[in-house]
Every structure is written in structure tokens, then in C-alpha cells.
């Protein structure tokens, strides 16, 4: 399929002052957008100016939430040049979101093309100061106009792009971490480890009560024992415990980071053991006090790596690493953002040159 190409005839003002970017405020000129139709396919591929779509009142997705998305970056290097960050993960983690969905897939090769179709046109804005990048976020929705519950047979296809800010400002602050024992994110056998949008609906209730309450990210248990943690709103979560590196297993509830595989194989290249099995939220409570947990992490492609420094579950708190930032949490912050932005080698063909 041809890319038709109609890019925007007039462009937007530059954000000079890169420290003002923020996350997700700021939309470059262009998007990519195609359609697809049961029986014909995907067709129409098109990058035109980015703008608001026309939608039925009763397109299936403003009903039933038939929705996917997917969050990746592209990053300056040092020459001038624009790299991605293992970007044909992000598009088959959007495949397997769309199978589950009942949504139709793309086509992998086609869609990296794409992607980097539409990067190319945009290049110049992808910043360039310390921290920033481009985020990416291609999405599907059901467009199909019709009431009834069912799979849609009509899909809208679209590529955003996002220059974004240094998630931190004035170096890494540790965050402090409210673990819901009353509501759940994902159950067994639920789209937990699905990109949709209902996932992240359903968890505002509990964040929004987590930032009343003066905390920066909800931890979710599992649903079954309430035991057992799993992740934090949109990061995986790491455990430093008797020298060992636990992480929650990919069972369907939670969603199969890409940071968090190249955080495992970075973990296992140090000669650290990783071990993927759920810590209990008692293991956490009374490991950050007889020092046992000795570091706690989250990883997402927003944050890359974000340091915990305190917990509270039910009415205890306890604090991690005095307010600092773990020395395993550091060099991993620093090797992967290193890898990402071209200062450190990358031997494991993770970077695509745009
Ligand atoms: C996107 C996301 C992550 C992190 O995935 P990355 O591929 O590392 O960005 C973790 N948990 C949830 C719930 C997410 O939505």
C-alpha cells in the first residue's frame, strides 16, 4: 500500500523554550491515518494535517470502548539524526491488543514504514535538549456507525506525534507510592495486558484518590488475593529484595513492558539474578524496614526509569533509600537513556535510525 502524502501546506509555531514541552501538550504539523473496512482491508494510508476527525454519534468505540493504543519514542542522537527505540515491539504488542480487541492487525513491515514516514516529515520536530523526545502514539479505534454491542467491521487507524519534555526536571525524585487494597486494576482473563483504553478509564477513580491524598502513582494488587503486587498506573515495577531483582510475571494482567524487557536484560547482562515472580505487598511493607528491599523501581517508555521512595499500604508508610535514588536504579536510568539517545553503545539492535 502507497503512502499518499498531503502534508500540512503552512506550519505551526516552533516551541523555542524546550523546558516549557511538558507531556502530550504540544501536536507536531502532521498525522498519519488510514482506514479499514471489512471485506476491503486497510486502505486510504495518508499522512495529512494533524486535525480532528469527523465521527458518528454512534461510532462503536465512543460506546464500547473498542479502542487500542501504543506509547514509543524517537530520540535525538548527538549527530543530528532521529532514532527509534525498539519500535517493532511497540507494533507487535499493537497487534496482540488488537487481536483481543476483535480489531483487525496490521501489517508489521508496512506499519514501521509508516511510522518512520512520518517521522521523516516531522524530523525537525524531534528536540534536542537533554531528556526531551518525540512520543509516538499510534492508536485504532471502531468507527463504525451503528448501537448494537458487537466487533465493529469499520477501524480508524492513526499515527500522533508528541515533542516532549524532560520527565525530570531537577533530577530523578523518588515518588511516593499508594497501594490500593480496595479497587483492582486487571483480573485473570481480563485485556490487563492489553494497551486499551478501558484499562486506564477504569483506574482514574483510584488515581484521582491517590492525588487527593498527597501520593504521586497507585500500585495495583492482584485481583484474586489481593496479595500480590503487579504494576503502577502505566509502569512495571521493579524490586530490589535480598539482592535479587523481582519483577511481577507476565500472566494477562498486566502489560508486557518494553522497558521492562530491556531493563531484564540488562539486569542479567550485570550477573544479577532476576527473578519473575510476585513479591506480596507484606514482602514490600517489611522489606523497606528490615532492609531487605533495598531498592524500588518503576519503567515505562514516559519515565524509562522511575525511582519509589516511599509506600503506603493501608495506614502504614514506610520510606526507601532516604529521599536518594538506588545505585541499581541509577545505572540502569543511565545505561538505558544512554543506549536510547546514541552516548552508549547499542549491541543489541534495539536503535533504528529513522
Ligand atoms: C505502557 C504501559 C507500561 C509500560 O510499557 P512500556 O512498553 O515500557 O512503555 C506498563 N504498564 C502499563 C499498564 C502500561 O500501559
Given at each position: 500500500m502507497d503512502i499518499e502524502l498531503k502534508p500540512a501546506p503552512v506550519k505551526k509555531p516552533r516551541?523555542?523554550?524546550?523546558?516549557?514541552?511538558?507531556?502530550?501538550k504540544y501536536f507536531t504539523d502532521n498525522m498519519f491515518v488510514m482506514n479499514y473496512k471489512e471485506?476491503?482491508?486497510?486502505?486510504?494510508?495518508r499522512i495529512v494535517p494533524y486535525g480532528p476527525f469527523t465521527l458518528d454519534p454512534s461510532a462503536l468505540v465512543l460506546h464500547y470502548a473498542q479502542e487500542i493504543f501504543e506509547g514509543l519514542k524517537a530520540f535525538r542522537q548527538e549527530d543530528g539524526s532521529v532514532a527509534l527505540f525498539r519500535p517493532l515491539d511497540n507494533i507487535r504488542r499493537f497487534n496482540r491488543s488488537a487481536h483481543r480487541m476483535c480489531m483487525p492487525e496490521v501489517d508489521e513491515e508496512f506499519f514501521l514504514h509508516a511510522l518512520k514516514e512520518l517521522i521523516r516529515v516531522?524530523?525537525?520536530?524531534?528536540p534536542s535538549s537533554k531528556g526531551t523526545s518525540l512520543y509516538i502514539r499510534p492508536t485504532m479505534i471502531?468507527?463504525?456507525?451503528?448501537?448494537?454491542?458487537k466487533s465493529a467491521s469499520e477501524f480508524l487507524c492513526f499515527i500522533i506525534l508528541s515533542p516532549v519534555g524532560a520527565y525530570y526536571k531537577n533530577g530523578l525524585e523518588p515518588v511516593k507510592i499508594w497501594i490500593s487494597?480496595?479497587?483492582?486494576r486487571a483480573a485473570p482473563g481480563?485485556?490487563?495486558d492489553c494497551k486499551t483504553g478501558g484499562n486506564y478509564a477504569a483506574s482514574l477513580y483510584a488515581s484521582a484518590q491517590a492525588t487527593r491524598n498527597g501520593y504521586d502513582q497507585v500500585l495495583w494488587l492482584d485481583a484474586?488475593?489481593?496479595?500480590y503486587v503487579e504494576e503502577v498506573g502505566s509502569m512495571n515495577m521493579f524490586f530490589v529484595y535480598d539482592d535479587k531483582v523481582y519483577t511481577s510475571p507476565?500472566?494477562?494482567?498486566i502489560l508486557n513492558g518494553v522497558t521492562r524487557r530491556s531493563i531484564l536484560a540488562l539486569v542479567e547482562e550485570m550477573g544479577l539474578e532476576v527473578v519473575e515472580h510476585p513479591l506480596a505487598v507484606e514482602d514490600i511493607m517489611e522489606g523497606a524496614v528490615n532492609g531487605r528491599l533495598k531498592e524500588a523501581f518503576g519503567t515505562g517508555t514516559a519515565c524509562v526509569v522511575s525511582p519509589v521512595g516511599q509506600f503506603t499500604y493501608k495506614d502504614e508508610t514506610v520510606s526507601l533509600g532516604n529521599g536518594q535514588m538506588g545505585v541499581l536504579t541509577t545505572q540502569l536510568y543511565n545505561t538505558l537513556t544512554g543506549i536510547q539517545y546514541g552516548?552508549?553503545?547499542?549491541?543489541?539492535?534495539?536503535v533504528l535510525s529513522v
Open positions: 516551541v523555542e523554550d524546550e523546558s516549557k514541552l511538558g507531556f502530550g471485506g476491503v482491508g486497510w486502505h486510504d494510508a516531522e524530523s525537525d520536530w524531534v471502531a468507527s463504525e456507525a451503528a448501537l448494537g454491542l487494597d480496595e479497587y483492582v481480563g485485556t490487563g484474586t488475593h489481593r496479595k507476565l500472566r494477562g494482567t552516548t552508549l553503545k547499542d549491541n543489541r539492535g534495539w
